[in-house]
């Protein structure tokens, strides 16, 4: 059972997040806080009642102009460059507190005199600060292009950061990243994984398969995976969606199948059922592989990024140190050859509960209120 703190309830708060058109780790996050104070305005740049929860929609939402552009819950990425602009013109919202939950815009909402930003930042804007290659490709001609963009967006982030009063992230990693880029310190709180949800299976034995639940995007590294699993032949099941949906499916070979968007409880039957979680792209946290050890399957994970926070090598899960085939099934091999233990898989995912979340996030809340700024 999840207890709130009693002085929540009594709070004057209002929630921020970039844009709701899924349910990912991020919204997640806010299902969280739409918890703590039913009721309460969110704003963000789009929202798409079909593809959040009913949690997020029982909330009124406050969008921008890009809500009533058509196609827009496609093509939202395209409009990156006016996503500033927009964000600017969303009227400030009357509360005592605003929380923004963000990875690239949320961060920048303007606030009233009197009103604290409390900001759990996923990262700085990845589009803008890192991941260049994935997301703009290594053409030098495109990369020209884009500089100036880039560069802009870095400008605004930063002073965006600014409006801040408090920040929160969801790891040592991002952390860093928040001290690099921002100059400013940052709350550590790592995410919640629902263990009273995700759990492990009746069976011991596994379903024959490996499993990638992704978004299908250029960072997930995704296409690593596929080709790496077209090589060596076993079976691999793929459930998400995303812009590299048709492209992985043209290089994957017949042994790969792709599920697309699935339920949580889905979810966690596909995970109960696996022979092992492959998570090859670099993650500033990765609820997806707490999720699979909460079901007791082990992990293969990329050794960079905030997986390293959340899987024990050897105990949990194996990691590869480069991003390419060879060691990827280097890893595979050496995890099919393991005997795993499911209780101890379990109780590693059981240090990330969401009281733990909460208990976290009301400590940087309380300093927040007291004035404290990172």
Known sequence: MITYPPSWSVLSVALAHDWLTGMRGGERVLEYLCRAWPGVPISTLIHNPAAVSATINAHPVTTTWLQHVPGIYRHYRWFLPCYPQAVSRLPPPAARVLISTSHCIAKGLQTRPGTLHLCYCFTPMRYAWTFHDEYFGRNSAKRLLVSPLLAALRDWDCRASERVDRFVTLSRHVQDRIRRFYGRAADVVNPPVD?????????????????????????KRVDLAVRAYRRLGWPLKIAGTGTEYDSLRRLAGPQTEFLGWQTDEQLCALYRRARLLMFPGEEDFGLVPLEAQACGRPVVALARGG??????????????????????????????????SRAAIRRQAERFTPQCFLDGLARSLDLCLAGART
């Not at 949800?197 to 379903?207: C, D, I, V, Y």
């Open 195 to 219: 263990t009273d949800f995700f759990t492990p299976g009746a069976e011991e034995a596994h379903g024959g398969y490996d499993l990638v639940v992704s978004a299908l995007v250029p960072y």
């Open 307 to 340: 997986v390293l926070e959340t899987v024990v090598a050897g105990q949990t899960g194996v990691f590869f140190a480069e991003q390419t085939e060879a060691a990827l099934l280097a890893a595979v091999e050496t995890a099919a050859a393991q005997r795993w």
